[in-house]
């Protein structure tokens, strides 16, 4: 519809070349548009409660689409050879893409959030601040990726890699010092659940390199439950193809800081690099998003059920919603919530592996943060690219099952699960119910 509210372009009364140079608003039809569409969520910092903030979005669409459009193109025309458009090339920036970024920084409570095409592209982006002789440390339990990413870069580009057991700070304090350029955490980490203290470690790597880099991996628990920094990170990132998008149908990775100078360091590789995450992935962020806070409250509660059933019939679980935890109290005075993943053990990788694929429910897939309930076995599937001999140095079970809980009926999780249990063999079953066979279970 034109903006005189006819529908009818009027393509005989176009404005000539100059008009049209002149007048950056008028569109081929001499249309006297509103501004350049940019839709976005303009008000920095949350004004309304993370579950209003979630879905409300103000714009500039100059059809008050409800939806942010999809800016599908890859250029942009200019008004003058001089360019100076808001947008001129996709790889550069994009109006639906800005819109995801300005309602994740709000939603994030950062100054500026970037995404990218994959979480492992946004830690790619990161580590790009790095230079040889810089000193990393990070956790002796990572994702595998990022383990993967970290082992290059020591490998190939003369950066020096420090895997610590990041739970116990003091061992931490031990390896920092004035070249400790980055100090890298994940919390829960992935797969072993394990709880790290993100503010005492923050303060002792500033203490030991001011300008130390604290990054902080946030998938596991998403911005509804956690904001890494407000404890004293100075960059957080996700997997966007978790939690914030909930469907498994895209990849994203979403980068934020509260330094504006850090961010735009942070931009200057993704445009150089061309890893923006495309106008489609943007908007099917944006739609996810508004779901966060119902589905992790569903995948939440039904993974305390779930821990609780394990735990109840004898075996060794690991997760934050259970007062068994070691680190229940460090997690739960950082964290809003207990997150929907969970890992526990049988003591036999045989056992293990009849139990994944006894599941009917439980798909088996790598992955979490999907609405959908997954089982996995991390050594052979999300951690298989950490060889055998560092996972065990790392004491990872073999055994491990990995659960990542989604919103079906929790009673249909349980039985299940308790189904592929006993077909298994994993457990002894009495008319009192089942329990973890004897020594199968810590
Ligand atoms: C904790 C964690 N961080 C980062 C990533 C990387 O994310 P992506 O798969 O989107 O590259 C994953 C999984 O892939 C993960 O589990
Ligand atoms: N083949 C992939 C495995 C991805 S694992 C995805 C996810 N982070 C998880 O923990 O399940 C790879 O080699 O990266």
């Known amino acids: ?47 309304y409660a993370i579950a209003t903030e979630l879905v409300f979005t103000e714009g500039s669409d100059q ?11 890859a250029t942009f025309k200019q008004s003058s050879g001089g360019g100076g458009g808001e947008y001129d090339y996709t790889r550069s920036g994009n109006p639906t893409r800005t819109h995801l970024e300005r309602h994740l920084a ?22 790009r601040l790095l230079r040889p002789g810089d000193e990393v440390v990070t956790g002796d339990d990572l994702y595998g990726g990022t383990n993967r990413l970290l082992k290059y870069l020591s490998t190939n580009n003369g950066i020096i890699v420090h895997h610590i057991d990041t739970t116990q700070p003091e061992k931490v304090f031990e390896v920092l010092n004035s070249k400790t350029a980055m100090v890298l955490l994940e919390t829960p980490t992935n797969p072993l659940i394990k709880i790290v203290d993100i503010g005492r470690i923050a303060r002792a790597a500033h203490e030991a390199n ?36 909930g469907h498994h149908d895209l990849m994203a990775g979403v980068i934020a800081v509260n330094d504006l100078a850090l961010g735009e360091r942070l931009y200057f590789p993704i445009n150089a690099s061309g890893c923006g995450l495309s106008p489609f992935d943007s908007w099917l962020l944006m739609r996810g998003v508004k779901t966060l806070k119902v589905r992790m409250e569903q995948q939440q509660s039904n993974s305390q059920r779930i821990a ?41 990788v045989g056992v293990s592996e009849r139990i994944v694929e006894s599941a009917k429910i439980w798909a088996i897939s790598v992955s979490f943060g999907c609405v959908n309930s997954l089982i996995s076995m991390p050594c052979r599937m999300s951690h298989a690219s950490i060889d055998a001999k560092t996972r065990a140095e790392r004491a990872m079970p073999e055994d491990l099952i990995r659960l990542c809980v989604g919103i079906e009926d929790v009673d249909d999780l349980i039985d299940d699960l308790r189904r592929a249990l006993v077909q298994a ?12 066979r004897q020594g199968t279970s810590a």
Request: glycine letters at 10%; one cysteine or more; a negative charge.
């Open 425 to 436: 063999g994993a457990v002894n079953v009495t008319l009192d119910g089942i329990q973890a």
């Open 308 to 348: 609780e059933f394990l735990e109840s019939n004898g075996f060794k679980v690991r997760y934050p919603g259970l007062r068994s935890h070691p680190q229940y109290d460090l997690h739960h005075s950082m964290a809003r919530g207990s997150g929907a993943v969970l890992s526990f053990e049988t003591g036999d």
């Open 210 to 245: 001011p300008s130390c880099l604290v990054s902080v991996d946030n998938t596991m628990m998403s911005p509804l439950l956690l904001n890494p920094l407000e404890l004293g990170a100075d960059i957080v990132y996700e997997s966007g193809t978790k939690y914030l998008s």
């Open 1 to 47: 519809m034109s903006a005189s509210g006819s529908g009818v372009p009027n393509a005989a009364s176009g404005p000539s070349n100059a008009l049209k140079k002149g007048f950056p608003h008028v569109d081929l039809q001499g249309n006297d548009l509103p501004p350049s569409p940019a839709p976005s969520s303009p008000h920095a910092g949350r004004r």
């Open 63 to 73: 059809y008050n689409a409800s939806s942010v459009p999809i800016y599908q193109s």
């Open 106 to 127: 709000k939603i994030m409570s950062a100054q500026r959030a970037l995404v990218v095409s994959s979480g492992m592209a946004a830690l790619d982006v990161i580590t």
